[in-house]
T-cell receptor, first 114, second 114 residues
Framework: AQSVTQLGSHVSVSEGALVLLRCNYSSSVPPYLFWYVQYPNQGLQLLLKYTTGATLVKGINGFEAEFKKSETSFHLTKPSAHMSDAAEYFCAVSRTGGADGLTFGKGTHLIIQP | DAGVTQSPTHLIKTRGQQVTLRCSPKSGHDTVSWYQQALGQGPQFIFQYYEEEERQRGNFPDRFSGHQFPNYSSELNVNALLLGDSALYLC?????????????FGPGTRLTVL
């Protein structure tokens, strides 16, 4: 079975500061990993994904994430936070080959302080 | 490029009633997955449809059923509604040939059960 743990249900950073959202996963097979963002009253938008190859993955809106197999982590970062980054962020995992659906973490609410 | 669309946007039902939610996948996609997102939680996988058949199912009772049409659109049906079924229902589409099962989400249908 797969599972995803997102450390910190709420993270608050100042505008211009580094954003770090933590995600740890467990999977019995090599996983595919995803970060999604959800703005209020909207669906989920794909930020980035790790499948194979380069472990540092770049996404939209200046976000990036690094896959660390030894730490079973896939933390999301952005060098400089912007007010528009305030949203709910979800880490998700799927098994190789898919068809099982995505397993999501509980989400991290990112708050940007002016 | 049309994204994933869902209808209706909002729905209010009473306990014991039945509801049908609809989803049209992203252009070119042939696989549809449904998720339930309770307030303050991450999405939970309900089931996935491919070639008009349920391919995989999460931990949801038989009250939840679905259908996929030849044009790949899909319906989610929930019978004998319970208060606990109140949630945001998300539809996601993907391409069967994509082994990463990257899913693209619609805006969701907000179901309120009174």
């Amino acid at each position: 079975a797969q599972s995803v743990t997102q450390l910190g249900s709420h993270v608050s950073v100042s505008e211009g500061a580094l954003v770090l959202l933590r995600c740890n996963y467990s999977s019995s097979v090599p996983p595919y990993l995803f970060w999604y963002v959800q703005y209020p009253n909207q669906g989920l938008q794909l930020l980035l994904k790790y499948t194979t190859g380069a472990t540092l993955v770049k996404g939209i809106n200046g976000f990036e994430a690094e896959f660390k197999k030894s730490e079973t982590s896939f933390h999301l970062t952005k060098p400089s936070a912007h007010m528009s980054d305030a949203a709910e962020y979800f880490c998700a995992v799927s098994r190789t080959g898919g068809a099982d659906g995505l397993t999501f973490g509980k989400g991290t609410h990112l708050i940007i302080q002016p | 490029d049309a994204g994933v669309t869902q209808s209706p946007t909002h729905l209010i039902k009473t306990r014991g009633q039945q509801v049908t939610l609809r989803c049209s996948p992203k252009s070119g996609h042939d696989t549809v997955s449904w998720y339930q997102q309770a307030l303050g939680q991450g999405p939970q996988f309900i089931f996935q449809y491919y070639e008009e058949e349920e391919r995989q199912r999460g931990n949801f009772p038989d009250r939840f059923s679905g259908h996929q049409f030849p044009n790949y659109s899909s319906e989610l049906n929930v019978n004998a509604l319970l208060l606990g079924d109140s949630a945001l229902y998300l539809c996601a589409s993907s391409l069967s040939g994509d082994r990463t099962d990257t899913q693209y989400f619609g805006p969701g249908t907000r179901l309120t059960v009174l």
